[in-house]
């Protein structure tokens, strides 16, 4: 995951609950729920708020309440409870459902309590982050995702190779570490390549702790 940053909502979010003040979110327009989802892919990058692959356009994500609907209705629609979540099936939000999420997207703990190996599997260094990897299956066994962990595994490595680093041999220098953190943690032109987040998470426990970060 990367800590998303909320905006304000949509103008036309806020329009429509001015003239419904008891409305709900599946009473909104096509349009709305539209708009909804492009503001929030926006300011994710272009990534799934879960997982952090490449989400094309609104027509390839969903609308996710991290606080489910049916767990508090009055949030339904509250713009800092929604985010753009890929539409994998059995993984994110797909997965998700109206189970409890103990670590959000917009908690600044879930880029360290979450620890992405560059095997692809990640694990949970607290109970509610294990919890967390187990909801939104995230991937911490093959056995539980083995589709996202081997493409996590693939497109990270495309990332280390592009900017001149061999993920199997790691970098021990902090300088270039650093700088190449640096590099990467920006976005784009509005845009981050798929699973750069992961990438950042695996050369900063690089810098922490080694080469004892390779570990699979």
């Keep these: 995951m990367r800590r998303i940053s909320k905006g304000a909502e949509p103008p036309c979010l806020t329009a429509w609950k001015r003239t419904n003040p008891h409305g709900r979110y599946h009473q909104l327009t096509d349009d709305i729920r539209r708009n909804i989802r492009q503001c929030a892919l926006e300011e994710q990058f272009y990534l799934c708020a879960y997982c952090c692959q490449k989400i094309q356009d609104i027509d390839t994500c969903h609308n996710e309440h991290i606080e489910a609907q049916k767990l508090n209705p009055e949030r339904t629609l509250d713009f800092l409870n929604i985010v753009a979540s890929c539409n994998t099936p ?27 190996k560059i095997s692809g599997r990640v694990e949970g260094l607290s109970d509610r982050a294990i919890e967390t990897i187990r909801v939104l299956n995230l991937g911490d066994r093959e056995q539980n995702n083995r589709s996202l962990i081997e493409k996590r595994k693939q497109l990270s490595n495309v990332l280390f190779l592009s900017n001149g680093v061999d993920p199997n041999e790691g970098l021990e220098d902090e300088e270039l570490l650093e700088m190449l953190i640096a590099d990467l943690s920006p976005p784009q032109q509005g845009q981050m390549e798929p699973f750069t987040p992961v990438v950042v998470n695996i050369l900063r426990n690089w810098l922490q702790d080694g080469k004892s970060a390779l570990s699979p």
Excluded at 94 to 113: G, I, K, N, R, Y
Aim: charged fraction near 20%; aromatic fraction near 4%; hydrophobic fraction near 30%.
């Design 90 to 116: 059995n993984q994110c939000g797909d997965a998700h459902q109206s189970q409890h999420l103990p670590l959000t997207p917009l908690m600044m703990e879930c880029e360290t309590e979450l620890r992405f």
